[in-house]
């Protein structure tokens, strides 16, 4: 059976690989359930994202996956002409940043009404 050692300040802990996983999915379970009920404006999404000009998150991020957003349940509502706001629903958003934070890093989807 193969063992990780991890190094702390005081001593050495050994952990069994399934014992690892086990609290991997446990630290998992703590942050997925620190979003529960929780949602987020534009201004937190892009925070998160490390910073994007408004515009440009909503033209080439937002709108292009609008649609696919609102089936997850990720968006909870969208402006509507010049009234209302995006909000997010944050336990769907956060993976689905974390899965398409490449593609975001590299300037997101074309916009359709280019």
């Known amino acids: 059976m193969q063992q ?3 190094a702390t300040d005081t001593d050495m802990v050994v952990l069994t690989r399934e014992e ?13 359930d620190s979003l529960v009920g929780v949602r987020w404006s534009l201004k ?7 910073g994007y000009r408004h515009d440009s998150f909503v033209r080439y ?8 957003l609102f089936s997850i349940g990720a968006l909870l509502s969208a402006p509507v002409g010049t009234s209302g706001q995006y909000w997010f629903r944050a336990s769907v958003m956060a993976p689905w940043l974390e899965h398409n934070l490449q593609k975001i890093t590299d300037g997101g989807w074309s916009w ?3």
């Open 44 to 50: 937190d999404v892009i925070r998160r994202v490390g």
């Open 61 to 68: 991020v937002i709108v292009p996956n609008k649609d696919k």
């Open 112 to 114: 359709k009404g280019n």
């Open 4 to 6: 990780v050692k991890l």
């Open 20 to 32: 690892l996983e086990a609290l991997q999915k446990q630290s998992q379970q703590v942050i997925d």
